[in-house]
């Protein structure tokens, strides 16, 4: 039997990897840009460990870990990257037969968007150098990001048809298809598709995980518009709509938590960026959430407060992060205990 757990079941430790020199968070022009897009992911770390491992792959170990006050549950591990957004190209616990395996699913750069041959051998090299100990991994000729699937680790995966159904991905393989894969190697037993949402300057083609979440196996937060003159609105609301019609396995309805939209963030190109609240990361004592100095931003302070009434609520200011695609959740991946 096969399980992909839920995120919200005990992790051994999670994975983040730093932005440096040879990663689009360099800026030639303003050398001062990278230490400021470092911020983000030391807060996050800091977040991380105060209850929890976590294992920060970098270039430079010595660099990375002075920039830390206390570097306690912290592992520094010097390892190739191109980018940082280690959800999608991360390893993928599961439980076989009740033990623990990692999947390392093939990573195209979302597409073949951007270069991401060093992201992709990240998972051996982490298996190589014995940092996962003794837990098996395999190998899986299947383009798959993490951020494109959630699991309630019960055997219902939500994830989007924009994104495992595009020509990008496998050639294009239909929703039986893809159903057929997550079965066999996550035990997927249904697969619950959106066909609508998007946030616009999102490279991803719609994951989940900017868009809707599973709270618990019985809740699905979501991300929610309400302004008719915004771009997003009849995508999302159609989103919606599928979502109140999703069911549980056991026929009822899921509870559903609206998570309101920032005002709409732009680049200094005039570029909308991809601001989500939904981007969140359930660790074992603690919600941490992204922050974008939004109105919004204390109000789904509270939200979640409600939804995690035993754990510890920490914001993270991610207007950083959106400014190259992802956020909070992008950047993390835990590992089942």
Known sequence: MIRMPAEWEKQQYVLMSFPHEETDWHDPDNESELEGSLSPFIRIAQAIAYAEAVYIICKDKEKISS??????????????????????????????????????????????????????????????KGYMGVTPLEKINFVLEGGSIESDGEG???????????????AGLSKKEVEATLHHTLGAQRVLWLDHGYLAGDDTDSHVDTLARFVNKETIAYVKCDDKEDEHYEALQKMQAQLKIFTQENGRAYKLIALPMTDAIYSEDGERLPATYVNFLITNDALIYPTYSDKNDKKVGEIFKALFPDKEIIPVNCLKLIEQGGSLHCSTMQIAY
């Open 156 to 170: 219902t995966i939500l994830t989007t048809t924009a994104c495992l159904c595009n020509p990008n991905r496998n």
């Open 67 to 128: 920039m830390f006050c206390s570097t306690r549950n912290m592992t520094f591990i010097e390892i190739p990257t191109n980018d940082t957004w280690i959800r999608d190209y991360g390893y993928i616990s599961i439980k076989e037969e009740g033990e623990n395996k990692l999947l390392d699913f093939r990573f195209d750069g979302w597409g073949g968007k951007f270069e991401a041959g060093l992201d992709n051998t990240v998972n051996q090299h982490l298996h190589q």
